[in-house]
């Protein structure tokens, strides 16, 4: 009797000991995966926010002092080198590499960013080209762009408009697939970007050249002052 209990004791104990070593694994591995969870997705934002923060974005194109000459114009979050790639017949021959300038903008002391401007000159007229924009970090999708005929007895399409905002875009999406039937050759913006350039810090702006860049960055986009773009000595409008 005395020796049933002691062996049932016994094996009491060595289960316990053994459920403790088993719990103590058991927490041991969720601590330990708890552990690289926490690691991963700590480097998964590192990336993302330094992979936003790299690459191009507000990628928008305008005319330069000829319609064979197109600037393209962006900005980063950070400063770095930033190139465009140029390339005609579909993507399949490359034309050449831009470097171009980069100016530091600040809307005030709660927003900067570096905007980049790269000078195509000489195009073929009437030709197609395509472009991306990358650095060490980051690449943009490719856009292209059509520059017009060099006969000035034909015929050149525009499409204006003016008073756009951002919060209130109800006309973007009508706007951009008109823009990109391909039937136009230049865009005109007719006054009062974003409502307004300048708010939030500048934010706004940002997120209102984020969203025509659908169009803005395949075709010119022409431009003219209004009323709304005077903060600060039309400094927005100016740079961007």
Known sequence: MGNSIVSRTSGYTLINEFNKKKNCKQIACCVLCTFFIITFSVLSLNFYFDNR?????QIHLSFGN????????WSTNKKYQNTLNLFSKD???????FVGNSYHFVSDSYHQQYIHRVDITDLDY?????????NAYSSSNFFN???PSENLEDTTNLIAFGDLGYSNDISVDALTQEINT??????LHIGDFAYNLDSESGHNGDNFLNLI?????NIP?????GNHESANNFSDYIHR
């Not at 391909?182 to 865009?187: C, F, L, S, T, V």
């Open 53 to 57: 923060d790299t690459k191009a974005q």
């Open 182 to 187: 391909g039937m136009y050759d230049a865009i």
């Open 145 to 147: 762009f059509k520059t």
């Open 126 to 134: 009437d030709a197609r080209y395509f472009y991306n924009i990358d």
């Open 66 to 73: 000829q319609t064979n000459n197109i600037v393209v114009t």
């Open 213 to 217: 860049q659908p169009f803005a960055a």
């Open 221 to 225: 986009y022409m431009t003219c002052p």
């Open 91 to 97: 993507k399949e021959q490359y034309i050449s590499t």
